[in-house]
C-alpha cells in the first residue's frame, strides 16, 4: 500500500476505518538465505537494502522485542556528520545524504528535519579546533559553518552568553544537520523491507548460534532452529552476549545513556544545539517538549536505566546553557545500553566465522548512522567485501593499531 | 546506586570513578605470544549482562580503590573489598 496524499484524504472521509497493518506477522521459515539478528534501526535498514540493492529477499529479521523497543526509539533523534577523523566523515556523510532521501525512498514520513546542528565553543581553544573539525568536513565536501558571538546570538537568543564560567565565543554549526522522528525510522523501514519478501519475527529471541566446521549455520530462537546460509548481528547493546554465542570476545563494554522530555512548550529552540564546556545536547520536538541527553552514566549496566548523578550533571548543564530553562518541568527520562566500543567508533566487519558478519560498537551515536550501516553492512553482506565508505570500521583495527578515535583518548569504552 | 566503601560506608556512586572490570590480568610482555595477549588485556572485555566485579576509584571520599561485586541487570550491590586485598587481579 503506497502513500499519498489522495489515499490520505480518501482515508478522512472514511472516518480512517480502512488502515492495515503495515508488516505481516509471519511465522519462521525452516531456512533464510541471510538471518539479521536485532530488528532495530539497524538491522531493519540492512534488510531494507539487502533486499532494494541486491535482490535478494529471502531475509529474515529476528528480534527479542518488538520492531522499536531497543535503542532506535530510545535516542535524542540527532542527524548529523559533523566528524572530524578520515574513517568516519565519508561514512556519516553518506549517511546524512541517505536520511535526505530517505522518505521518498521508503514512501514514509519520517519527519526528516534539516533544522541544523551548532556545537557551542567556550574558549579560543575550543573555537580552534572547531575551525579544524569545519575544515576537515569541508576538505571531505561536508557543510560547515564557523559561526561567531553575533551570529549565534541571532540564531539562539535564549542561550547564557556572557557566563562568567562559560563565555560563548561562538559555534560551529552544519545547516544540513537537524532531527528525525526516530520510531518512524523503524516502522518506515521495517513496512518497506516487509513491502519486499523480508520476515520480520518480533519476540523472537536468538538463543544460540550453530558453528560448523568454522562456518555458521543457523541460529536457535524462541520459535525453533532457523538454518542460515548467512547470519548477521545488528544488535547493539547486546552484541557481546549474542556473538559471545558464537564464541567471540569484542572489544566493548556495554553502558547505559539516559535521555530526558520536558514539558511541550512554545517554540524556543529552533535547531540542535549542543553545550561545549560539558557533554549536553538539546533539541525541541515538534510537539513542544525540550528533548536532550549528556553522557553515558560511566559504568556497565544493561539496565535501561540510570541513576542520579549524571541526571542531575545533565540538568545543571542545562541551565549554564540555558537559565531560562529553570522552571520547565521534565515529563520523562529513560535510558538505552550502548555497545561503547574501546575507540568512540563502530564495527562493521566481517568475523573469523565464515558467514557471520557484524556491525556493533556504535556507542552513543548509532541513530545518526542508521541508514548507511544498513547500506555498507548490506553490501558487506552481499558482496562480502567492505563498502568503500566504512572500510575502516573493522574489527582487527584494535589489535592492528588503526584506531578511530575521535575524541583523542585511551583504550577506554567511554568516548562516542 | 550507593556503593559500600570498606572504609567510608555506603555512598553515593556519584563520589566514585569508574575503571571498569576488575578480573584482568595485564600481560608481563616477556612472552612469546604477548601481542595478543595485550590486545586481549588493552580492549576485549567478557563485558557480562549479570553479576560483574569492577574497579572503583572513592575519589570524593577515601581516595582508595576498590573491588565492587554488582549485577549489571539491576544494579543490585553484593559486596566491596579494599582492591589492595588482592580482590582486584589488577593490583
Known amino acids: 500500500?503506497?502513500?499519498?496524499?489522495?489515499?490520505?484524504?480518501?482515508?478522512?472521509?472514511?472516518?480512517?476505518?480502512?488502515?492495515?497493518?503495515?508488516?505481516?506477522?509471519?511465522?519462521?521459515?525452516?531456512?533464510?538465505?541471510?538471518?539479521?539478528?536485532?530488528?532495530?534501526?539497524?538491522?531493519?535498514?540492512?534488510?531494507?537494502?539487502?533486499?532494494?540493492?541486491?535482490?535478494?529477499?529471502?531475509?529474515?529479521?529476528?528480534?527479542?522485542?518488538?520492531?522499536?523497543?531497543?535503542?532506535?526509539g530510545r535516542n535524542t533523534t540527532i542527524i548529523r556528520s559533523n566528524y572530524g577523523e578520515p574513517g568516519n566523515i565519508p561514512f556519516y556523510e553518506w549517511s546524512l545524504k541517505l536520511w535526505e532521501g530517505l522518505e521518498q525512498d521508503i514512501n514514509y514520513n519520517a519527519m526528516v528535519s534539516q533544522r541544523g546542528v551548532l556545537n557551542l565553543v567556550h574558549s579560543d581553544a575550543q573555537r580552534d579546533a572547531a575551525a579544524r573539525r569545519?575544515?576537515?568536513?569541508?576538505?571531505?565536501?561536508?557543510?560547515?559553518?564557523?559561526?561567531?558571538?553575533?551570529?549565534?546570538?541571532?540564531?539562539?537568543?535564549?542561550?547564557?552568553?556572557d557566563s562568567a564560567r562559560?563565555?560563548?565565543?561562538?559555534?560551529?554549526?552544519?545547516?544540513?544537520?537537524?532531527?528525525?522522528?526516530?520510531?518512524?525510522?523503524?516502522?518506515?523501514?521495517a513496512r518497506a523491507a516487509d513491502s519486499l519478501g523480508v520476515d520480520i519475527l518480533q519476540h523472537c529471541e536468538v538463543t544460540g548460534i550453530r558453528v560448523t566446521n568454522g562456518r555458521a549455520v543457523g541460529v536457535d530462537t524462541a520459535k525453533g532452529y532457523i538454518k542460515a546460509r548467512k547470519i548477521a548481528l545488528a544488535c547493539a547493546g547486546r552484541s557481546s552476549q549474542v556473538a559471545a554465542m558464537a564464541g567471540l570476545r569484542l572489544p566493548i563494554e556495554t553502558h547505559v545513556l539516559q535521555a530526558f522530555v520536558s514539558e511541550g512548550i512554545k517554540p524556543l529552540i529552533d535547531h540542535?544545539?549542543?553545550?561545549?564546556?560539558?557533554?549536553?545536547?538539546?533539541?525541541?520536538?515538534?510537539?513542544?517538549?525540550?528533548?536532550?541527553?549528556?553522557?553515558?552514566?560511566?559504568?556497565?549496566?544493561?539496565?535501561?536505566?540510570?541513576?542520579?548523578?549524571?541526571?542531575e550533571e545533565v540538568m545543571e548543564e542545562a541551565i549554564a546553557m540555558f537559565p531560562g530553562l529553570g522552571r520547565l518541568r521534565v515529563l520523562r527520562h529513560w535510558g538505552g545500553v550502548m555497545d561503547m566500543s574501546m575507540d568512540g567508533s563502530p564495527i562493521i566487519d566481517k568475523t573469523p566465522i565464515d558467514g557471520l558478519y557484524l556491525n556493533c560498537g556504535w556507542c552513543i551515536g548509532g541513530f545518526k548512522?542508521?541508514?548507511?550501516?544498513?547500506?555498507?553492512?548490506?553490501?558487506?553482506?552481499?558482496?562480502?567485501?567492505?563498502?568503500?565508505?566504512?572500510?575502516?570500521m573493522r574489527l582487527d583495527r584494535f589489535a592492528s593499531g588503526r584506531l578511530i578515535n575521535e575524541s583523542g583518548g585511551g583504550n577506554q569504552p567511554n568516548h562516542h | 546506586?550507593?556503593?559500600?566503601?570498606?572504609?567510608?560506608?555506603?555512598?553515593?556512586?556519584?563520589?566514585?570513578?569508574?575503571?571498569?572490570?576488575?578480573?584482568?590480568?595485564?600481560?608481563?610482555?616477556?612472552?612469546?605470544?604477548?601481542?595478543?595477549?595485550?590486545?586481549?588485556?588493552?580492549?576485549?572485555?567478557?563485558?557480562?549482562?549479570?553479576?560483574?566485579?569492577?574497579?572503583?576509584?572513592?575519589?570524593?571520599?577515601?581516595?582508595?580503590?576498590?573491588?565492587?561485586?554488582?549485577?549489571?541487570?539491576?544494579?543490585?550491590?553484593?559486596?566491596?573489598?579494599?582492591?589492595?586485598?588482592?580482590?582486584?587481579s589488577a593490583s
Open chain 1, 1 to 72: 500500500m503506497r502513500y499519498s496524499i489522495f489515499q490520505i484524504l480518501g482515508q478522512a472521509l472514511k472516518g480512517n476505518r480502512g488502515w492495515k497493518p503495515v508488516w505481516r506477522e509471519p511465522e519462521p521459515k525452516a531456512e533464510y538465505d541471510i538471518v539479521i539478528v536485532g530488528g532495530g534501526g539497524h538491522g531493519l535498514a540492512t534488510a531494507y537494502y539487502l533486499a532494494k540493492n541486491y535482490g535478494l529477499t529471502n531475509i529474515a529479521v529476528v528480534e527479542r522485542g518488538y520492531i522499536g523497543s531497543g535503542n532506535i
Open chain 1, 134 to 161: 569545519g575544515n576537515a568536513m569541508r576538505l571531505h565536501g561536508v557543510d560547515a559553518e564557523l559561526l561567531d558571538t553575533a551570529a549565534v546570538r541571532a540564531m539562539v537568543p535564549g542561550l547564557n552568553f
Open chain 1, 166 to 189: 562559560f563565555p560563548i565565543h561562538g559555534g560551529l554549526l552544519q545547516r544540513r544537520g537537524g532531527t528525525v522522528r526516530h520510531d518512524a525510522v523503524a516502522w518506515g523501514y
Open chain 1, 272 to 311: 540542535v544545539v549542543t553545550f561545549g564546556a560539558g557533554h549536553f545536547y538539546i533539541s525541541q520536538s515538534d510537539k513542544g517538549g525540550l528533548v536532550f541527553g549528556g553522557n553515558i552514566d560511566g559504568y556497565n549496566s544493561y539496565a535501561q536505566r540510570g541513576n542520579l548523578p549524571v541526571i
Open chain 1, 369 to 392: 548512522a542508521t541508514p548507511a550501516s544498513g547500506w555498507c553492512f548490506s553490501h558487506l553482506i552481499a558482496e562480502d567485501k567492505p563498502h568503500p565508505a566504512a572500510a575502516a
Open chain 2, 1 to 88: 546506586m550507593r556503593l559500600p566503601c570498606p572504609h567510608c560506608g555506603e555512598r553515593d556512586s556519584g563520589e566514585f570513578a569508574y575503571y571498569g572490570d576488575a578480573t584482568l590480568k595485564r600481560p608481563d610482555g616477556l612472552g612469546p605470544d604477548e601481542m595478543e595477549a595485550f590486545v586481549d588485556y588493552a580492549y576485549r572485555r567478557d563485558n557480562p549482562a549479570g553479576p560483574h566485579r569492577e574497579l572503583w576509584y572513592h575519589a570524593a571520599g577515601c581516595r582508595s580503590w576498590i573491588v565492587v561485586a554488582r549485577d549489571t541487570r539491576t544494579h543490585e550491590i553484593f559486596g566491596a573489598e579494599p582492591a589492595r586485598s588482592g580482590a582486584s
